[in-house]
């Protein structure tokens, strides 16, 4: 009987350690990893409808090609600004990889906004999902140093004096606040679409922009507790995020979505605007 309790004890510590180990690893997941992962869960997927066919043919759009830091090459999509300026915004395409419905909304920012130059980088390089299968599968295959290399790439072919701003949705939006936090003292905003916020306090402190957030109470994934972390964060390490949040779920503020809700949608992009507009001058 001795040996069976002694057994019985000596498996639970073991379960129990493992269980502490699990978490200590959890732990030191990045904030872009821990997105990517939710691709394994099939409800996260469902919860994107494969997107609609989107054809767009811009006259001012053009693909670039620029050199990454990992001694490679990345192309982008690039709307050149009329007249010469310093202004740029880096805009990270959703999980469904730089298509055409990305580059249609990029022309309308661009439009919008005036005189600007925009980037659109390809985290996926080269890759586009049809449907939430490939999506998920593109996401989770990203490596880090290779999307940094990339994003690293396109802020120096912005040049050395730019004024750069970043925007992104799901995916992108966690990938345009590392876009941010990337660019150093060159960066002067950020707008982040539901995606997941960097939750290193110390990497949070090195912020340079002002950091606009519109997120859906009801997204289970980055969900208000989340949101709130996050808002507590950037409280704590001294810097200002202007946060909206909407009765809607994740992905709102796309039409493919079968969450889509046009009200939201129409306040989160005024909000946008109005905020880039203020913030690139």
């Not at 980037?119 to 295959?141: C, H, N, P, R, W």
């Not at 940094?148 to 949705?169: L, M």
Request: glycine share 6%.
């Amino acid at each position: 009987m001795k040996k069976l309790i002694l057994f019985t004890l000596f498996i639970s510590i073991g379960v129990f350690a493992f269980a502490q180990n699990n978490v200590v690893c959890h732990s030191n997941i990045s904030s872009t990893r821990q997105f990517a992962m939710l691709a394994s869960s099939s409800k996260f997927r469902m919860a994107h409808l494969n997107p609609l066919p989107v054809k767009f043919q811009s006259s001012i759009g053009q693909s670039i090609t620029y050199k990454t830091s990992d001694g490679k090459e990345s192309t982008a999509y690039m709307l050149k600004a009329k007249k010469s300026t310093n202004n740029y915004i880096l805009v990270v395409h959703e999980w469904w990889g730089l298509n055409d419905y990305v580059k249609r909304k990029s022309e309308k920012i661009y439009n919008d906004l005036g005189n600007v130059n925009i980037i659109d980088v390809d985290l996926y390089d080269g890759k586009v999902a049809t449907t939430s299968q490939e999506a998920g599968k593109y996401m989770q295959a990203v490596v880090e140093d290779r999307a940094k290399a990339i994003i690293n790439g396109a802020i120096a072919y912005a040049g050395p004096n730019a004024h750069i701003a970043t925007i992104g949705w799901c995916f992108g939006g966690g990938w345009s606040l590392q876009t941010t936090l990337l660019a150093g003292k060159k960066a002067v905003a950020c707008v982040m679409y539901y995606g997941m916020p960097e939750q290193d306090l110390g990497k949070l402190k090195t912020l340079n922009a002002d950091v606009l957030g519109n997120f859906a109470n009801k997204d289970q994934w980055i969900n208000p507790k989340v949101v709130a972390k996050f808002n507590d964060d950037m409280k704590a390490a001294g810097k200002k995020l202007y946060l909206h949040q909407y009765d809607a779920d994740h992905g709102f503020a796309n039409p493919s979505n079968p969450a889509y809700n046009s009200d939201a949608t129409k306040d989160a992009y005024a909000n946008t605007i109005a905020f880039l507009k203020s913030h690139l001058k």
